[in-house]
């Protein structure tokens, strides 16, 4: 039982992880949360599929769907040369607007936080106004994917990077810009949770431990994909 009043009490307030790094639990409305799940189900549909991008010869375990640009390691395109070589749908205009208020929430926590000096947000470039991100990774879990540690360098604009959160909870890590290894911070990410890393945490090492099967809530769950977890990351990509 112990555990269980443990996890309960698992502690959901807005939480600034590290230096430049913002947990906004609960960002999502249930109704959005719907919302995006149904736009998931449009995009599943192509030009490009959700595919498991091939990292050092080994597939993800992750399925990924590029809005904007398409990744591989290393590099972005327009069109996904390893999949169908068809041209990715566009970055949405209205995921541009929610990235702009995931931000000014993060800088109303950053403000409000007693312990860092007035401007904090501003010296970790977190400007809505001026956040213009054109490209998101929308990544699938099923119950047994995982992302092992990694930095998002793949971008040459250093602005923030804005997460939401779809479906079950994940375990997810938060470290350091040096290393894999500690310090980190494990957190649960849940349906409908805004996640923003930028300035000194930009190129922090990040993965996702494992998913938790079942813990989606009523209006997060991804029925159409019998269950598993959907991960959005807005970035800029700096490129033409
Ligand atoms: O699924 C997540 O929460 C993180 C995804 C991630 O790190 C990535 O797509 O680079
Ligand atoms: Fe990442």
Not at 40 to 57: E, F, K, L, N, R
Not at 63 to 69: A, D, K, N, P, S
Request: hydrophobic share 40%; charged share 20%; glycine share 10%.
């Amino acid at each position: 039982m112990d555990s269980l009043f443990a996890d309960e009490a698992f502690d959901r307030r807005p939480t600034i992880v590290a230096p430049g790094a913002v947990w906004v639990p609960g960002f999502l409305t249930a109704e959005a949360q719907q919302w995006i799940i149904a736009r998931y189900a449009d995009w599943q549909s192509g030009p490009v599929p959700p595919h498991a991008t091939t990292i050092a010869g080994h597939p993800m375990s992750v399925t990924t769907i590029g809005l904007g640009w398409h990744w591989q390691p290393g590099r972005y395109d327009r069109r996904a040369v390893d999949v169908n070589d068809k041209v990715v749908l566009p970055f949405p205009d209205w995921m541009t607007r929610l990235g702009r208020q995931v931000l000014e929430s993060a800088v109303a926590v950053v403000e409000d936080a007693q312990d860092l000096p007035q401007g904090t947000a501003a010296v970790w470039g977190f400007d809505p106004a001026d956040y213009h991100p054109d490209v998101a990774l929308v990544n699938y879990y099923d119950e047994h994917a995982k992302m092992g540690m990694h930095q998002d360098k793949d971008e040459f604009d250093p602005a923030p990077v804005v997460s939401l959160s779809l479906g079950d909870t994940c375990l997810f890590r938060f470290g350091n810009t040096e290393t894999r290894n500690r310090p980190f911070e494990d957190l649960r990410l849940a349906s409908g949770d805004a996640f923003v890393f930028g300035g000194p945490a930009r190129f922090a090492y990040h993965g996702v431990r494992s998913i938790q099967p079942g813990t989606a809530p009523d209006a997060g769950r991804l029925n159409h994909l019998g269950g598993g977890r959907i991960n959005i990351t807005m970035r800029t990509t700096g490129r033409d």
